[in-house]
């Protein structure tokens, strides 16, 4: 089982910065990407940006170039460097891991959630 674990969240007034992290624990045989989403109050979970192993970035429009997700696989880490935020970057904040795990003889791919992690942008 793998067990991912975010940090970062909190309270930001408009144009300022955070940054998330989320580390992952358990029997991780490879990574294939690891993204971050988010779930506004009343609105369905979107993807806010995800990283291949290759370390292939791709983000939601909203978030292009102020947001920057990075990883550290030594660490087992994926961080979202949030700049320039807005109020609409209220929201709860989800890692998601898509990874492969090895159970004795056995691969597969399997898809993990972290618990997620409050960000407010208010003055």
């Known amino acids: 089982q793998v067990q991912l674990m975010e940090s970062g969240g909190g309270l930001v007034q408009p144009g300022g910065s955070l940054r998330l992290s989320c580390v992952a624990s358990?029997?991780?045989?490879?990574?294939?990407?690891m993204g971050w989403y988010r779930q506004a109050p009343g609105k369905q979970r979107e993807l806010v940006a995800t990283?291949?192993?290759?370390?292939?970035?791709d983000y939601a429009d909203s978030v292009k170039d102020r947001f920057t997700i990075s990883a550290d696989n030594a660490k087992n880490t994926v961080y979202l460097q949030m700049n320039s935020m807005k109020p609409e970057d209220t929201a709860v904040y989800y890692c998601?891991?898509?990874?492969?795990?090895?159970?004795?003889?056995?691969?597969?791919?399997?898809?993990?959630w972290g618990q997620g992690t409050q960000v407010t942008v208010s003055p």
């Open positions: 998601n891991w898509d990874v492969e795990v090895r159970r004795g003889f056995l691969y597969s791919r399997e898809n993990f």
């Open positions: 990283i291949t192993r290759s370390r292939n970035p």
């Open positions: 358990g029997s991780i045989y490879s990574i294939v990407s």
